[in-house]
């Protein structure tokens, strides 16, 4: 089996797209708010640039939110939590028809997932009903050769976003210090 089908990535359509253009948008605007501060060494672009990237930082953690199909686990990428959930570990996949998909394990916990959160519009389009198909389907089909493992959570890492998060509080700071 290829490497791409054991690792199935499930996420929104509209996700992938807006955080692009939230990212490009916004970097743009940061962008020229650097070019002005070659002219008006000030707090004002500062904070507007902070602004900038922080908006970028929040726009890509939660839009950056997925769910990985592995040959023996699940990963659910949530915008601070990663869940790694083997399949046997799963009871239930609850969602759907505009619900939020939750995961829901043998220990009795519930995996949110932010990237099939509910929305109005998921009742037309059913990406969370077409992505709880494939979760069952993987579940039944990775649950024959799964054993006993726990559900591991981890800090999710995105470089594109802890690296604004991080321009962002610089920048809010010299913006301090330079007087909004």
Known sequence: MSKERENEILRRTSFTILSWVVTIGFGL???G?????TYHFEGGPTAGLAACLFVIALSRRIMGSHIVLG?????????LITFTVPYGAVT???GGGGETLNLV????D???????????IDRFVSSADRACERIERQIRRGRKGSRQAPVTKKFTVSWIADGCALGAVVCAVMAGVLGV
């Open 29 to 31: 605007v940061a962008v």
């Open 33 to 37: 708010l650097v070019i002005s501060l």
């Open 71 to 79: 040959s023996s686990a699940l990963t659910v990428v949530n915008p």
């Open 92 to 94: 239930e996949v609850r």
């Open 105 to 108: 394990t043998r220990a009795g």
């Open 110 to 120: 519930e995996i949110y997932c932010t990237a099939f959160g509910g929305s109005i």
